[in-house]
């Protein structure tokens, strides 16, 4: 069993910056890949970003794609993911998942840890 929490989310102005960190307990993250999702108030949970079990390969949501960026430190166990310009419709609780494929996976039903999830507020 793997357990994820997030951290790192708040209110930014807009152009700000964040960085979420997602730290798992339970398992060694380096058999997974992991992903970012998010969701905003009434809509569903969406795919940010993945990364693959070694890091070397990633995979954005196309409308993101510059201003998010996705890494992992296997050694610390604990997963990143970098906001630049931030905007106010990235407002959204952001959830850090695992997968048991290590390959990377966009898909919400291909993950089966997740956290609980971290909000971000951004405002104009």
């Known amino acids: 069993q793997v357990q994820l929490v997030e951290s790192g989310g708040g209110l930014v102005q807009a152009g700000g910056s964040l960085r979420l960190s997602c730290a798992a307990s339970g398992h060694t993250l380096s058999s997974y890949a992991m992903g970012w999702f998010r969701q905003a108030p009434g809509k569903g949970r969406e795919f940010v970003a993945a990364?693959?079990?070694?890091?070397?390969?990633?995979a954005y949501t196309d409308s993101l794609k510059g201003r998010f960026t996705i890494s992992r430190d296997n050694a610390k166990n604990t997963v990143y993911l970098q906001i630049n310009s931030l905007k106010p419709e990235d407002t959204a609780v952001y959830y850090c998942a695992a997968s048991l494929q290590r390959l990377l996976r966009i898909r919400v039903s291909e993950y089966d840890y997740w956290g609980q999830g971290t909000q971000v507020t951004v405002s104009s």
């Open positions: 990364i693959g079990w070694s890091g070397t390969n990633t």
